[in-house]
């Protein structure tokens, strides 16, 4: 059974901090990881993919994945308000064209003023 | 462009009864997964479609069932509602491997 783990949270930052969030994950054949936004009542928003070792930046985000750990985290610079939220993490199966994510049980981020 | 659709928003069934729940996916997506989640879990995954095939099946009962159709729209179909039941019902499709999005869902509570 392919597992995702996360740090349920609540993480506290300041705002202006970053923040850090961590994921491992079960399947070292594993290929494909997402990062997903999901605020309270809504459904999840892709924020970030990365695919190969290293790190993925787009804007404020930083996507870093490490196979050899099974490893991966999201980094979010000098965090707002507005990104509190739980933060999903997701491995990716495309197996026979289908689409297909196992999520962890998700972190939930609170900024604070 | 439209993003993945889903109806209805929200429902309330009794125990019992049977939900059929709707979703289409971004248009030239090829792809839908359903998708539970309750309160406090992250998204469980129910079925993927590939090309009006089932590609996966997660663990659930066969009270659950799905279909996609010729034009890439999918249902899901839930009989017998248990009080289990009760969650956030997801749609997400795909074109290929550069992400997976989700439809703003289909909250269903039964009663």
């Known amino acids: 059974q392919k597992e995702v783990e996360q740090n349920s949270g609540p993480l506290s930052v300041p705002e202006g901090a970053i923040a850090s969030l961590n994921c491992t994950y079960s399947?070292?054949?594993?290929?494909?990881f997402f990062w997903y936004r999901q605020y309270s009542g809504k459904s999840p928003e892709l924020i970030m993919s990365i695919y190969s070792n290293g790190d993925k930046e787009d804007g404020r985000f930083t996507a870093q994945l490490n196979k050899a750990s099974q490893y991966v985290s999201l980094l979010i610079r000098d965090s707002q308000p507005s990104d509190s939220a739980t933060y999903l993490c997701a491995v990716g199966d495309f197996t026979g064209g289908g689409n297909k994510l196992t999520f962890g049980t998700g972190t939930q981020l609170k900024v604070e003023l | 462009d439209a993003g993945v659709t889903q109806s209805p928003t929200h429902l309330i069934k009794t125990r019992g009864q049977h939900v059929t729940l709707r979703c289409s996916p971004i248009s030239g997506h090829k792809s839908v997964s359903w998708y539970q989640q309750v309160l406090g879990q992250g998204p469980q995954f129910i079925f993927q479609?590939?090309?009006?095939?089932?590609?996966g099946r997660g663990n659930f009962p066969d009270r659950f069932s799905a279909r996609q159709f010729p034009n890439y729209s999918s249902e899901l179909n839930v009989n017998a509602l248990l009080l289990g039941d009760s969650a956030l019902y997801l749609c997400a499709s795909s074109l290929g491997t550069t992400g997976i999005y989700f439809g703003e869902g289909s909250w269903l509570t039964v009663v």
């Open positions: 399947d070292r054949g594993s290929q494909s």
């Open positions: 479609y590939y090309e009006k095939e089932e590609r």
